[in-house]
């Protein structure tokens, strides 16, 4: 991935995204899940990326076990719930919570609602991944009906 000066315009500039002027696209991260651009990482030059983020496909396999390389990583769940192992501990997100990921955290998002949808801020916007060995068994995802 480029460097954020290489990606993003330099400065912060006032931004502002309505519901219809992005959409939920494929290509992010995740295949199963739909990412939705809310434009902070050009506004920011590459600073912070803020992105929604939702369901698309049954959790079959979850994203593996990972830790992040970023400054800062919050998730607010807005709708639905989520299942996430922290290091060994399971963790349940539901509608109005807000989950702060320390830099370095290894997680492993195993579980989630049909109508799973979630706020993901992240500093610096080009943030990397990084997969890592399990630290412990992961329960299985609940079947969609």
């Not at 995204?17 to 992010?28: C, W, Y």
């Not at 709708?79 to 320390?102: I, P, S």
């Not at 492993?108 to 943030?127: K, Q, R, T």
């Amino acid at each position: 991935m480029s460097t954020t000066a290489e990606t993003y315009p330099t400065g912060n500039v006032f931004s502002h995204v309505g519901t219809t002027d992005t959409e939920f696209v494929s290509g992010g991260l995740r295949d199963f899940f739909l990412y939705r651009d809310l434009g902070i990482a050009a506004a920011t030059g590459g600073k912070v990326i803020a992105q929604l983020v939702k369901a698309n496909m049954a959790p079959e396999t979850g994203t593996g076990w990972h830790r992040h390389e970023a400054e800062f990583h919050i998730v607010i769940m807005l709708k639905g719930w989520a299942r996430f192992m922290y290091e060994d501990q399971v963790t349940l997100v539901k509608t109005g919570d807000c989950v702060h990921q320390r830099p370095g955290i290894v997680h492993f998002l195993f579980d989630y609602s049909p109508d799973m949808e979630y706020l993901e801020i992240v500093g610096p916007a080009d943030f990397t991944t990084i997969d890592m060995p399990a630290p412990c068994p992961v329960p299985p995802p609940t079947p969609w009906s």
